[in-house]
């Protein structure tokens, strides 16, 4: 029996569930009935329990001003016979079920009558129809059960939900995507899957179609396959459009739209036809954040030929999906052009690197310490990770692979994965240890996956360079055997597809639920969407709902809001969201964001970073700039500078490519304290300034400065430097000797002191002033 109910559990919701119960346990109808309904309502009540709780009440208050009719027709009535009255209506097991029946579970239940209690007692005046009932009830004219259609009224208003359960959830019924996009199926689409590993040549074979077709789209994962195939497009002939969420570039001078477009997969039209497409590395259609797009491009492009180009892995799932579509699917397999040896001995130590060499590591600590350590034995290394900006990657990628340049070692993160042609000889995995996301959108710590250790592995020898044998090895020796395994195992298949709410379904559960915040209808959504889980699940909304949090204060338009929360930021850098919700409250004063306003608030021009602090900085100030062009090309009435902000990301750009040059440099100086002063950049902020700053933390009275939280909080927000809380610290322990001698002199005057803004004096004047003196000059 236990048997038969995990396999009920494991296959329920699925299509076909009857028959492939017959087909796997032999049993009979009224088994699979009565087990399949036993899993079915454990599940409801598990999940409507939850459900529940995401709709928020809506406060309900007796109108003051009402007039007191109830009680001239049937006289007053004393409110403590009314709440014995209330509680016998509600201790009435025929009023549970009937409320459960009326979609009332016990959360909500209990919600309502609360809020149904106190809005008797408290009010002066009921309305009429419910005065004369409850009178009627009291006088024993009436059944206490006459109260429940008054008490559902109140619930409603409470809940509105509950009036449109039935049209929320189909909204949010999204078990046939394919049939979003009419256009599509309308066509008899030719499919061909390109599968096999990197360096194969599947991704050459169908851009070759691409290039040849009278009219096509490239779909890629990143901006720097977009702009490669734009390039290429543009350099053979094809005119060619680059289209990405933070730039337009058209290959006609005037602007005129070409027969080609390369595009990132977010930015893929489903409404314009194509003779060819192309989609990139569809095995991003199971990534829990962008794993929709994958899925959008591949049901609702209009194109008679759809090239898809990736693992293996997903061969089965695209049978699938096509399946829905009623499109047939042609697979063209690969194999690895050149070969690839696994070493059989570890590299044990950083002196044993050669030319040629990657280093792979999975956090920034390690690329640090890596690049710090290579150096040191006098070998020049390129760095490469996915914090840098798109430009500064393909010039360390140019660095490296330049057989003229001296630099012949390179240590990067899992970016190296795609988007970048290099010529490495081995590829030496640091760790393989890697954070990655689970389903609840939490970040674990686990051993590296199949396909990103073939797919980073697969990056040693290019067919054509000069290292076409490829070699991997790790660093430890006790990783070596995990790798072995690793690489002859076979890519995990893939058997979901992503989907994402969109900005029109979300729009009408707002006109459903009015007072709903944005964060709180995504949930909503989520928790009552119905997907078919043999192929779809929904992807994480965490970033999303972090936003729209964030912004939920600033009166903004929901479709807005929407476009707003859909910006790709990173939520861990605390300086781009300050960014971010600056151009919000901009945007709703209707107030333009333009050039001197973003030079103003990111401290405009900046330095060149002397500590890996200041680079992070500049890393995120890049990333601002980002978020600038992102959002000028969806409101751009009001971010009207966009090609004066491209300029400005140009010049960062070149001044974060000199630190990174000479990382190892800033690392030393980390040590030391020294700093450019560009980390505090967001001084620029017109709430912070930083010397107030400064003078609110000393006046904080802290007995030890910079051990708190908030010295943590203002050095990861770049308001204050390393270097700046020596110097605090220097203060406040001079002031605290001098306030013993001097009560007079206060906090600011110690700092215009320390600035110069205090008229220099003769230091045999007055001894305590010498020796303050001298403190400051050393």
Known sequence: MLKIKSQVQKICGRPRLKDLLYKQLQISDETVCKHTTHYMQRRTKKSDSK????????????????????????????KAELLKLLNKFYQKREIKQ?????????????????????????????????????????????????????????????????????????????????????????????????????????????LERFFTAKSGVYCGPLKLLAVEVFNKANDRGTPCDLVTGEERNYADPSGAPSSHVSCTVEMTSVNTPYEVAVIDEIQMIKDQGRGWAWTRALLGIIAEEIHICGESGTADLLRQLCLTTGEDIEIRNYKRLTQLEIEDHALGSLDNVQPGDCIVCFSKNDIYTVSRGIEATGKEVAVIYGGLP?????????????????CKILVATDAIGMGLNLSIRRIIFYSLIKPTMNDKGEKEMDTLSVSSALQIAGRAGRYGTQWEEGKVTTFKTEDLKTLKTLLASQPEPIVQAGLHPTADQIELYAYHLPNSTLSNLMDIFVSLSTVDDSLYFMCNVEDFKFLADMIQHVPLPLRARYVFCCAPINKKMPFVCTMFLKFARQYSRNEK??????????????????????????????????????????????????NLIRDMQKELDAIIQQGVIQITRLLKNSENFISSGTSSAAAADDDFSMSRQKQNYLREGKSSVGGGRLTERLLAQGILTPTMLQELKKEWNNTAKESKTQPEETIEETAQQKSGDEEETDPNDDPRKARRKRKTTK
Request: hydrophobic residues 40%; negative net charge.
């Open 98 to 206: 009937l409320l459960t029946e009326n979609g009332l579970d016990n959360y909500l239940q209990h919600q309502c009558y609360v809020s149904f209690r106190r809005y008797c007692l408290e009010a002066d005046t009921l309305p009429v129809d419910l005065h004369v009932v409850v009178s009627d009830i009291l006088q024993g004219a009436g059944n206490v059960t006459d109260i429940f259609p008054y008490f559902m009224r109140h619930a409603k208003q409470m809940f509105p939900h509950l009036e449109c359960m039935d049209d929320l959830k189909k909204i949010s019924d999204l078990r046939t995507p394919a049939n979003w996009y009419p256009e599509a199926r309308a066509l008899n689409r030719k499919i061909i899957f390109h599968a096999g590993p990197t360096n194969s040549g599947k991704t050459y074979h169908a």
């Open 390 to 406: 798109p430009n500064t990657k393909l010039a360390q990628a140019a660095k490296f692979n330049d057989p003229e340049n001296a």
């Open 51 to 78: 459900i529940s709780s995401l709709f928020v009440p809506v406060s309900i208050k007796p109108n003051p001003d009402d007039i007191n009719v109830g009680a001239e027709l049937t006289g007053s009535f004393n």
């Open 593 to 642: 964001i333009t050039f001197d306003w973003l030079c103003r608030n990111i401290g405009w021009p900046l330095q060149t970073p002397k500590t890996i602090m200041d680079l992070v900085h500049l890393e995120a100030v890049f990333d601002v700039l980002d978020l600038y062009l992102w959002l000028s090309y969806r409101f751009m009435d009001l971010f009207v500078d966009a």
